[in-house]
RNA sequence: GCCGGAGUAGCUCAGCGGUAGAGCACUGCUUUCGUAAAGCAGGCGUCGUCGGUUCAAAUCCGACCUCCGGCUCCA
């Protein structure tokens, strides 16, 4: 089916769940109903109801279907109109609007049921609506501005067939089982406390494994990339901020400052930029120096919305894969391009093939809310597609969304589960070095300002191996798994063995586990499976007289009997080579 | 921050005015086992916090905290 066919059938399906509700509740005012990405969604004002009521709804949307054969436009006068829906005020918003664009008024009837609506609708709604399913409930904003009144959102989802419906049905469901929550508790990766505060991360040993696994990872990689490593404080003066110009934007969505008895002011540092800039301005630099490229897994924090949080993908406290790069304006672009690739190498190495970019760009209409004059941003633009365009990477544009000192770059990764994830922000910034004073002396002997380009492509800790854990529902490859393998013997007779086993790879560098519980074989297996451990290494009487463990793989094959060296050899290879294959 | 929902054992959840429950996990004993759960026994809790109503509150009411579904926001 044609996109724009199925978005007419999700659209038809949100009227006919405006039709239900107007039913059951009369005083309902339904505002408006589009498609969306995975089914459809009707706002309605004075609308009190809970998740109960949705199969409510759902049988009177049943029982109205079958009378609606077709979507009849109608079109109306403004005075026509705004008497219709006199006793809704959205409605008589939107006709006001359409009003004063100019646009004709259409009123879309199907059965009983009749609508404000541009049109866009299936042809014979009682045939082709028939394998709907409402799924949640929710709050929303009047036209999405959160000034406005709030109301009651009901969302839904169509498709033309049954086995759509029921495919997609079990992929929220997949979902719901890889949610990086649940597996973060079941894998003992990480947990929080309300001792600590909310949206303040607790790594278990575990989930730091992943942590300093990533890390390690990272700084080889940007070592090898040119990168030098430098640390900087949690914390700093408030005059940081007012240099950087941040501190009127963004105060609110900061930890409020310590003040110190001399009446100093500090805060947390809410970003890396600042403080790598302070870096770059210790000493005069030349042009031979640039490309100047400072890493560090910087802490930052920041005061999010309560509402905002959200397990380990909106967080307070976070450690980003941060760093600054000061270029020459020549360099910039292939600069850029390497930052860019870098991600891509990222991504290949972990198996993530669905991503995209997105450019942030000024909303034309509030130019007084950004920094800079318009050579600059058109400049800092221009740059940065030059680079996109080398790499072919596909990329969206989205107005609005650009930092206050220039366009952005972000990276939106897709999950397994179909979540996305925007992971990383990537800047070429012409403003910051000129307000920081930032300096070099080129060539000729002439003081310059350094471009700056932003980047970090593994995003946070915290947000990545959110991605991560989803991404692979718990499965790791071999050598970001917190328990590599697990030695199993069948009785306790096997446990001194096990644990020679164990020693033997344990010396080739394998984080290892023996599982000596009192339990069946069965049993022990089944735990190392949910715990999701790559290779299960049974061993027995047979493997006790052979050197030997009986590998299974957590993907359910059974290798039969292999030498505890030829064992550790492989794992050790396929662990150091971080390939996602468990045994090749 | 806003709308709606929820907080009971480590986890999943039942109980909804009259002395706190189950399964899993945990501990002990029996069992010594060949590829996804052996059996028996035992300990398990300020029923999110504070306040109120009541002879009596996990249960009813209020405030706050935290979490969940969204909205808005994300340097």
Redo the contacts with the bound molecule.
């Keep these: 089916m044609e996109e724009n066919e199925l978005d007419e059938l999700r659209h038809s399906a949100a009227h006919l769940l405006a039709a239900a509700v107007k039913q059951l509740w009369p005083n309902a005012k339904p505002t408006l109903g589009p498609p969306i990405a995975e089914g459809f969604y009707y706002d309605f004002g004075d609308l009190?109801i809970?998740?109960e009521d949705l199969p409510k709804i759902e049988k009177e949307m049943a029982e109205i279907l079958p009378s609606w054969k077709e979507f009849k436009r109608i079109e109306v006068s403004p005075d026509e109109s705004r008497k219709e829906f006199k006793d809704n005020p959205y409605k008589l918003e939107m006709i006001e609007e359409l009003v004063n664009d100019k646009q004709k008024i259409s009123i879309y009837q199907s059965g009983d049921f009749r609508d404000l609506c541009r049109g866009g609708h299936s042809e014979s709604p009682a045939k082709d609506l028939a394998n709907f399913k409402l799924l949640?409930?929710?709050?929303?904003?009047w036209r999405?501005?959160?000034k406005n009144p709030?109301l009651?959102?009901i969302?839904g989802t169509v498709f033309p067939t049954k086995e759509e419906l029921d495919k997609y049905l079990a992929q929220r469901e997949l979902a719901k089982e890889r949610?990086h929550?649940?597996l973060g508790?079941?894998l003992e990766l990480f947990t929080?406390s309300?001792a600590v505060?909310?949206?303040l991360i607790l790594w278990l040993p575990k989930g730091n494994i992943i942590k300093e696994e990533l890390e390690n990872w990272a700084k080889e990689t940007e070592a090898a990339g040119g990168y030098q490593r430098v640390t900087t404080p949690h914390i700093t003066k408030a005059g940081l901020?007012e240099t950087s110009g941040?501190l009127p934007?963004?105060k609110d969505?900061?930890y409020p400052p310590m003040k110190l008895a001399d009446g100093e002011e500090y805060y947390l540092k809410?970003?890396n930029?600042p403080h790598h800039h302070q870096i770059y301005a210790s000493k005069s630099r030349s042009y031979r120096e640039l490309p100047l490229r400072l890493a560090e897994y910087g802490t930052c924090y920041?005061?999010?919305?309560?509402?905002?949080?959200?397990?380990l993908l909106?967080v307070r406290g976070f450690s980003q894969n941060d760093a600054h790069i000061y270029c020459t304006l020549e360099q910039a672009t292939e600069e850029f391009v390497q930052v860019m690739k870098l991600h891509e190498h990222y991504y290949r190495g972990l198996g993530i093939t669905d991503y995209y970019l997105e450019m942030?760009l000024r909303d034309p209409k509030k130019k007084d809310k950004y920094h800079g004059d318009e050579k600059m941003w058109k400049l800092a633009e221009e740059l940065m597609r030059k680079a996109v365009v080398q790499l072919k990477i596909k990329m969206i544009e989205k107005t609005g969304?650009a930092?206050?000192y220039g366009p952005?770059i972000?990276f939106i990764i897709r999950s397994s589960t179909g979540r996305e994830f925007?992971i990383s922000?990537n800047?070429i910034d012409l403003y910051m070095g000129e307000r920081f004073g930032l300096k070099y002396a080129d060539k000729d002997g002439k003081e310059k300002t350094p471009v700056i380009i932003?980047r970090a492509p593994l995003g946070s800790h915290e947000r990545f191996i959110g991605f991560l854990i989803e991404h692979f529902g718990g499965e790791f490859p071999v050598w970001l798994s917190p328990v590599q393998a697990v030695v199993i013997p069948?009785?306790?007779?096997f446990g001194e063995y096990a644990e020679k086993v164990r020693e033997d790879l344990k010396k080739a560098g394998l984080r290892v586990e023996v599982d000596g519980?009192?339990?069946?074989?069965?049993?022990k297996?089944?735990d190392a499976?949910?715990q999701k451990v790559p290779y299960?290494l049974?061993?027995?009487?047979?493997?006790e007289k052979a050197d030997s463990a009986?590998?299974?793989l957590?993907s359910?094959q059974?290798l039969?009997?292999k030498k505890v060296g030829e064992i550790a050899n492989t794992v050790k290879e396929v662990a150091a080579s971080r390939i996602i294959d468990l045994w090749p």
Excluded: N, W
Excluded at 302 to 311: D, H, P, Q, S, V
Excluded at 538 to 543: A, I, L, N, Y
């Design positions: 009190k809970s998740e949640s409930i929710a709050g929303a904003y999405g501005d959160e709030m009651t959102r969302y949610d929550r649940k508790r079941e929080t309300e505060g909310p949206g901020y941040h934007y963004y969505d900061m809410p970003m930029c920041r005061y999010e919305a309560g509402g905002e949080l959200f397990g909106r942030g969304s930092a206050f952005k972000d925007g922000t800047q932003h069948i009785s306790e007779k519980r009192d339990e069946k074989m069965q049993a297996i089944r499976q949910l299960m049974v061993v027995g009487e047979r493997e009986s590998v299974r957590r359910g059974d039969g009997e």
